[in-house]
């Protein structure tokens, strides 16, 4: 019997014993109508189809930062409440999302460092596993707790396991630094004085390091201004030589914000190789030729492999907010190759964006992270944008370049976590239910790509696509026992590499026990594989294609895990 299933069921399925009627039946019925996933859909390995909600009180509570941890496990940190009082609270996640119950307690670890609300909207994760979170308390106090790798508190920091630098101001980030030091960044204001860039630096014990600046602290003013102006830090990153570079905004009470960024030396002095000067004051709307942009401000930043300096850019057009990206030479001087003439401003249609996270992939490309809200909207959204090297849009990510998720009612604000290989972009933030009176803590993890097909282990035939209507295909026909001609004829790609005996070599190679029986079948491995490549989850990948009785079967999403670890990130849709 030759089965034809046409459009999006182009998979021709042999079979020539009455046995196999009903794999073929089934092969064609979940073929009917796949869709496949693309660059910036939810990510169905992670969590609940992507996303992942964790209660952490009422109030603004929830997330502002993730990391990635070398093992591909996630750490988020923020605010939760326990009804009384807001405090720093930090939660660990498996690479696919499940609460880490040997952390902290039952996931969670919290601790308070005065009597007043505060939250870690900053994060570093040292050599030792040891996660540093800061934020602003006391009084606009810096404010920073250690944890060790359990979520238990590190007492040995500071002889308490927290310590609080009272400099009138506000925390905005961490850097990690040699010997597991930490330099805290943000604005501080003293009596008489304007707004400042403000760094401090500690070593690893959480003392202050005298060596550092003026008896370990550096203030730096860009702007001369008056009333409520300054030069205001929301963005700092670390350069591999240890330079130390902070972005933010300047303001000097009688003109709009403008971009401001300054660079530093190990020892917290300005360098001068930078802008000549070690600072730069920027109008990016002059840059891009956009007169119309009136304001702008640096929200993150990233240092790129060859030196250069992406920047994450607020500004605003005098009517709403928007999302701007430039690029610097390592020497502070603007790319022009890059966007226009060194700048790239998005607008969305439908509402104000307001820019809060940047990453570079390996592929080059460069990921933006918003927050964005419709003009009949009340509460945000998260917007990502997706940016070739040379700062035009990239097509092949979301729709037109661009994902909006709704996660819940309430306020969405999502940071972006740290790149990895794979490309996928993983955000923390907080989100509301429905009622509006309970507060989450939220994950959300994008698949990323496109990727190289010949990275996927599944891609049989070796040819430049990963496709479920030859490469599923073989590998149901092989665990259905067909050699030869009953393998290969109407199932092999458009000019595959891999074929005759070496094909069926490298499929005797292959480990397929996808629902992990401990066996390797048609009925159930090479439908779970087939369907997974078709991009179908949850019980649309399981139902009746699981060795159900055994204590060990996976589950939907492990299953999904599986084929991405065992035999790469290409291999799903």
Not at 417 to 446: H, Y
């Amino acid at each position: 019997m030759l089965f034809a299933v046409s459009s999006y069921c182009r998979v021709l399925v042999f079979c020539r014993k009455r046995l196999f009627a009903a794999v073929c039946a089934l092969v064609s019925i979940i073929l009917c109508g796949a869709v496949t996933a693309a660059p910036g859909q939810l990510d169905p390995t992670f969590g609940s189809d992507g996303k992942v909600r964790v209660e952490t009180g009422t109030g603004n509570t929830g997330f502002y930062k993730t990391v990635r941890l070398p093992n591909g496990s996630n750490v988020a940190v923020g605010a939760c409440s326990n009804g009384a009082e807001t405090r720093f609270c930090a939660a660990k996640f498996s690479s696919n999302g499940e609460i880490d119950l040997s952390f902290g307690s039952s996931g969670i670890a919290t601790v308070s460092l005065s009597s007043q609300n505060h939250a870690a909207g900053a994060m570093i994760v040292d050599s030792l596993g040891r996660i540093t979170l800061g934020g602003s308390c006391v009084n606009s106090g810096f404010c920073m707790a250690r944890f060790l790798a359990d979520g238990s508190l590190d007492t040995s920091f500071n002889n308490g396991g927290s310590v609080v630098t009272n400099l009138g101001g506000q925390l905005t980030h961490l850097l990690l630094v040699p010997m597991d030091g930490v330099i805290a960044v943000g604005q501080c204001r003293t009596a008489a004085t304007t707004t400042k860039f403000c760094l401090v630096k500690y070593q690893s014990n959480g003392a202050i390091d005298v060596s550092f600046g003026t008896d370990g602290v550096v203030q730096t003013e860009l702007v001369a201004a008056v009333g409520s102006g300054g030069t205001f830090a929301e963005a700092a990153t670390v350069q591999p030589d240890g330079k130390l570079i902070v972005g933010g905004y300047c303001y000097s009470g009688l003109s709009p914000p403008t971009t401001c960024v300054a660079r530093y030396n190990a020892n917290g002095s300005l360098d001068p190789t930078f802008n000549g000067s070690g600072s730069l004051i920027v109008n990016l709307g002059a840059v891009a030729s956009m007169p119309a942009i009136s304001s702008s401000g640096v929200r993150d930043l990233a240092v790129q492999t060859d030196g250069s300096i992406l920047m994450a850019v607020a500004c605003q057009d005098g009517v709403q907010a928007d999302v701007c990206v430039a690029k610097l030479h390592e020497n502070g001087g603007l790319d022009t190759s890059f966007g226009a003439k060194g700048a790239s401003i998005f607008f969305d249609a439908s509402g104000s964006e307001h820019a809060n996270g940047i990453y570079f992939e390996t592929s080059g490309r460069i990921v933006l992270s918003s927050q964005c809200v419709g003009a009949s909207r009340i509460f945000f959204d998260v917007c990502l944008i997706r940016l070739n090297a040379n700062g035009s849009l990239d097509s092949t990510f979301g729709e037109n370049s661009k994902v909006r998720i709704d996660f819940a009612l309430g306020l969405d604000f999502l940071g972006l976590g740290n790149p990895a290989d794979d490309g996928k972009v993983l955000l923390a933030g907080r989100c509301n239910d429905e009622t509006n009176s309970q507060s989450f803590g939220c994950l959300i993890r994008l698949k990323g790509g496109p990727y190289n097909p010949l990275s996927c282990v599944l891609n049989t035939d070796a040819n430049n696509t990963v496709d479920p209507a030859t490469d599923g295909l073989l590998l149901t026909r092989y665990l259905l026992g067909f050699r030869g001609d009953a393998l290969t004829i109407g199932a092999l790609g458009l000019n595959p590499t891999r074929t005759g005996q070496a094909l069926e070599t490298y499929l005797a190679s292959l480990n397929l026990d996808a629902d992990g029986d401990g066996q390797a079948l048609a009925m159930t491995d090479g439908l779970l594989m087939l369907r997974a490549m078709l991009g179908l989850t949850g019980g649309a990948l399981t139902q009746g294609a699981t060795n159900a009785a055994h204590p060990n079967v996976r589950d939907a999403q492990q299953i999904l895990t599986w084929i991405e670890s065992t035999h790469g990130v290409a291999c799903l849709p």
